[in-house]
């Protein structure tokens, strides 16, 4: 009988981000719905996780969990997140503020440069609010260090760029301008909530390129979420697959694209077009239940195409299948569909 893996007390201590076991309930006058449950991963030092799914899979509300950001009626209500050895499962704003989780150790990027970016600041002014977390530094050193920052992230006439305010730059201009924040106060951790969606197809490799390398290059570890499997090939190490709010299946990069085993992996990659000439597409029939009708049973049980009976009773648990990789799945072996 394979093991459920629990992160233990040790690999709890040496991941820089360990969540284990959380459940998230949003609650509003038609009642509380739990969006998600027992959702486990972890990423160490100098890592890159991908967390991929479906829009409605809950992989956008497991990364508002670790930050803190689930908003009115959002809450932990099970399981813990840990952040280099902290428990900071149910820190306030402020607590986090003083701890630096908002900023200075934990980095974020968002889907919409428009809306993180402040317009009413210029970009220099924005930069120097993150630059102000990691040292006293004089206005001449902000400045410096500022045009430092735009040129590392590859914006055209950094020091010009100090001055402007959001609205005078492009889409493309504005995430790197974001990218740039999140590292100038040099976190341990950066997340990245599918960094690209709101860019025009022509840019959005140069800045996935531009997240990878600076990662590489800072020694930072990198929580990315995408529903891309091209995005994890190119962005990660290691990868979680989640479906209606739980995690299906985790390993390597390479082990989930080489030979993914749950049937949601292998559906979501067959519904992806691989270039190569002669190789079908096959949708993936229906959509992500809802948190108000989850599926009896395995969540995945009215899409599976390989599903047994006892798949719409029996709740399958992630199990260890190896030392990096788990799966939620009844079927051991899932047979092929
Ligand atoms: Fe499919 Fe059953 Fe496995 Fe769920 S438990 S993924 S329904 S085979």
Redesign the pocket.
């Known amino acids: 009988m394979p093991l459920q893996p629990s992160l233990d007390a040790a690999s709890a201590r040496s991941a820089l981000l360990a969540v284990e076991n959380v459940a998230v309930t949003y609650s509003n006058r038609s009642g509380s719905h739990e969006v998600c449950s027992d959702v486990t991963l972890s990423v160490g030092r100098g890592e890159a996780l991908a967390v991929i799914g479906e829009s409605g899979s809950g992989k956008s509300v497991t990364v508002l969990a670790v930050t803190g950001l689930l908003g009115a009626g959002g809450t932990i209500t099970q399981g813990s997140i840990r952040f280099d050895g902290e428990d900071i499962t149910r820190l306030d704003d402020r607590e986090r503020r003083r701890r630096g989780l908002r900023g200075r150790r934990i980095g974020m990027i968002f889907q919409n440069p428009s809306r993180a970016l402040d317009p009413v600041f210029t970009i220099g002014q924005q930069l120097n609010e993150a630059l102000r977390q990691t040292d006293r530094f004089s206005q001449p050193e902000l400045r410096r260090k500022g045009t430092d920052w735009l040129r590392h992230v590859g914006l055209p006439d950094p020091e010009e760029a100090l001055d402007r305010y959001p609205h005078q730059l492009s889409g493309g201009q504005r995430q790197r301008v974001m990218i740039a924040i999140a590292l100038a106060s040099e976190p341990d951790l950066l997340i990245a909530d599918e960094p690209t969606t709101a860019l025009d197809v022509t840019i959005q490799a140069q800045v996935l390129g531009l997240i990878r390398r600076l990662q590489r290059e800072l020694g930072l570890a990198l929580v990315i979420v995408t529903h891309d499997f091209g995005v994890v090939a190119a962005m990660a190490d290691r990868v979680a697959v989640m479906y209606a709010g739980q995690v299906?299946e985790t390993g390597t990069v390479d082990e989930i694209i080489r030979a993914p085993r749950?049937?949601?992996t292998r559906a979501l990659m067959a519904s992806l077009p691989t270039g190569i000439p002669g190789t079908r597409v096959t949708a993936l029939p229906g959509s992500v239940p809802s948190a108000r009708s989850m599926p009896s049973?395995?969540?995945?049980?009215p899409?599976?195409?390989?599903?047994?009976p006892?798949?719409?009773v029996?709740r399958?648990v992630l199990d260890s299948l190896s030392e990096s990789r788990a799966m939620?799945?009844?079927?051991e072996e899932?047979p092929a569909s």
């Open positions: 299906v749950h049937p949601y049973g395995c969540r995945f049980h899409r599976c195409p390989v599903a047994v006892a798949c719409s029996t399958p939620r799945c009844l079927l899932a």
